[in-house]
């Protein structure tokens, strides 16, 4: 992953690579609506004491004066120094919320009410402690499928009065996989084809099932639990899942186009489903579509392959706007 700092640089420019630190360079600050009223009751004090030749009125002045210059220093260092060292995407389904977890490191200083965001989503406040890593989740909209680009982040803070607000804005190139909308339904006969390594055994197919134990096999991640063979395992053999065979369509081939559906997004919704409640079943499947084939499996792995071919299929890198 790497960053970009919005910081007036030539286009084409490389990013900058993470770990990335705020740097004053980098940072900036303001008055926030509360800061500008303050400055301004300030001042109209200011005057009047100076008009008045009131001395508790100076003293009042040049004490909040102390206490707003004071506020400024711990805004704008509350931020500075701040590393982000990574941020890792989780994916999700069209018209869900992507999330974003930023491991952050605040190194020798804890920081207070820190603010993260990515373009126009919903604000992340969080606090950090000295020499402490920290992850943040930061979430961005996800409306339609594909690959898509996270926006513009942002890091700030109001800590402690309020009255003054710091910031630093950056152009970071995270991309995150979005899925279809699944469209949940049965397995239909219609949209699947037989795996060709079935074996035909009086009229049906004898594949992975839960009827007679077969033998056993390597133990592959996505495998049940309850089919681990703990007595292999116990004498030292390794760990092997039980096989069991069944008669019945057990491995299944889901195929673009005999998916019904009058438009490809429903049809890439329609095989997102039928992905999904196939890797519940623990079946084995793959995935056929015009561009793309995706031979039988299993797992946790497999699963999310299958589900980013549907995701990609027909699309580009996209920025989110």
Same mark, same amino acid.
């Given at each position: 992953?790497?960053?970009?700092? +919005? ?55 040049? !004490? ?13 260092? *509350? ?11 989780? #994916? ?13 490191? #605040? ?17 992340? @406040? ?48 995270? &991309?995150?996989?979005?899925? #279809? ?13 037989? &795996? ?31 089919? @681990?063979?703990? $007595?292999?395992? &116990? ?14 369509? $057990?491995?299944?081939?889901?195929? =673009? ?27 084995? =499947? ?14 946790? +792995?497999?699963?999310?392959?299958? !589900? ?7 699309? *580009? ?5």
């Amino acid at each position: 992953m790497r960053f970009k700092k +919005q910081s007036g640089k030539r286009p084409g420019h490389p990013a900058d690579t993470v770990p990335f630190t705020i740097t004053r360079k980098n940072t900036y600050i303001l008055p926030t609506r509360y800061g500008l009223l303050f400055l301004i009751l300030l001042t109209a004090m200011l005057a009047g004491s100076i008009n008045y030749n009131n001395n508790l009125g100076f003293l009042l002045v040049f !004490l909040l004066g102390g206490m707003a210059t004071i506020s400024i220093i711990h805004t704008h260092s *509350n931020i500075v120094g701040l590393r982000i060292l990574s941020a890792s995407p989780r #994916p999700v389904f069209a018209g869900d919320t992507a999330v974003f977890y930023l491991t952050v490191d #605040p190194e020798y200083t804890s920081r207070r009410a820190l603010v993260f965001s990515l373009d126009k989503s919903r604000k992340t @406040i969080e606090d950090t402690s000295a020499q402490t890593q920290a992850k943040i989740p930061v979430k961005a909209p996800a409306p339609y499928r594909g690959e898509l680009t996270a926006g513009p982040l942002t890091v700030s803070t109001r800590y402690p009065l309020g009255l003054f607000y710091a910031w630093s804005h950056i152009v970071p190139e995270l &991309s995150y996989i979005v899925y #279809p909308r699944p469209v949940r339904g049965p397995l239909d006969a219609d949209q699947t084809a037989g &795996s060709p390594n079935a074996k035909n055994q009086g009229g049906g197919v004898t594949l992975m099932g839960v009827d007679d134990f077969m033998g056993l096999k390597a133990y592959q991640p996505g495998d049940p639990v309850r089919h @681990i063979s703990w $007595k292999a395992y &116990s004498r030292g053999q390794g760990l092997f899942t039980k096989e069991f065979a069944g008669h019945g369509r $057990k491995t299944v081939m889901f195929d =673009y186009d005999s998916v019904p559906g009058g438009d490809s997004e429903t049809k890439l919704s329609r095989l997102c489903g039928l992905v999904i409640s196939a890797a519940a079943q623990n079946l084995e =499947y793959g995935l056929r579509l015009p561009e793309k084939q995706i031979g039988p499996g299993r797992g946790e +792995q497999h699963k999310h392959g299958c !589900l980013k071919a549907l995701a990609l299929f027909g699309k *580009n890198k996209v920025k989110n706007e």
